[in-house]
């Protein structure tokens, strides 16, 4: 996370910019950009990242190893982490399970591999979200944001109000609108919603879900999560069978949008 302990946006408010906030310290009139580190083997992706990432937003650093990349996460706490699953020491699922031990960093995994099951394991792991190689620059800008974004909100106490595309949220009065109109939501749906918004932009995978909304009993009971996705669906898009807010990850899990 950014460390200067007096911090102000450079230039103003930046709610609602398309880039990552680039800090400045008050103290010292220096900025301080966002740090991303990428733990791949591969030195031309290495490479390629280095080059493409936009210099006046990151400081990037690199490492070759799992075991390298967590002792540079520790030492030089990073922003955000793009994690390669197949280094050469340790699987990339051991690298983000053993920094959810002591970190909250956004974690993206960036890998060749594309089976739901790696997917739905890193997710567990503690990924925060997976992007298949090869990946458009433009996606994985548009990740790193949202990523970014969720973690500032994070280190702030949370807000009871929510309210994007139409769809507003008072956590203290547990109601819910759809472009003005009060929707009436059953326990489990509001409960399934509020579970989405707490971790906005981000892949929850269905075991995730089914845990944390109904528990470990519900654990394996993906169809059952299905109907009540349905349900919110269509109390919350414009159109259920093309969503907008709530995206479905194939074989994985669940999304809500918010950008």
């Known amino acids: 996370?950014?460390?200067?302990?007096?911090?102000?946006?450079?230039?103003?408010?930046?709610?609602?910019?398309?880039?990552?906030?680039?800090?400045?310290?008050?103290?010292?009139?220096?900025?301080?950009?966002?740090r991303v580190l990428v733990i791949d083997d591969e030195s031309a992706i290495r490479k390629f990242l280095r080059s493409s990432l936009p210099r006046e937003q990151f400081e990037v650093d690199e490492a070759s190893t799992g075991r390298e990349g967590i002792t540079k996460a520790a030492l030089h706490p990073p922003d955000i982490v793009l994690l390669d699953l197949g280094l050469p020491d340790m699987d990339g699922l051991e690298v983000a399970s053993e920094i959810r031990q002591w970190s909250q960093v956004p974690i993206i995994v960036v890998s060749a591999r594309f089976q739901d099951s790696d997917k739905i394991s890193v997710l567990d792991a503690g990924a925060d979200d997976y992007l298949t190689k090869p990946f458009s620059v433009g996606e994985l800008m548009a990740r790193i944001r949202v990523a970014i974004r969720h973690s500032k909100k994070e280190d702030q106490s949370e807000s009871p109000l929510f309210e994007y595309q139409g769809v507003k949220v008072d956590f203290v009065a547990r109601m819910v609108w759809k472009d003005g109109v009060e929707i009436h939501l059953t326990p489990n749906e509001y409960s399934l919603l509020s579970v989405l918004i707490r971790h906005a932009g981000r892949v929850l995978t269905h075991r995730q879900l089914l845990e944390r909304v109904w528990g470990d009993t519900y654990s394996n009971e993906v169809q059952y999560l299905r109907v009540y996705m349905r349900q919110l669906r269509n109390k919350l898009e414009e159109n259920s069978a093309t969503p907008k807010l709530i995206l479905t990850e194939p074989g994985v899990g669940y999304r809500l949008k918010v950008d």
Do not use: F, Y
């Open 1 to 34: 996370m950014l460390q200067a302990e007096r911090r102000t946006l450079h230039g103003g408010v930046c709610d609602g910019c398309n880039q990552p906030k680039i800090w400045q310290d008050s103290n010292k009139g220096k900025m301080q950009k966002a």
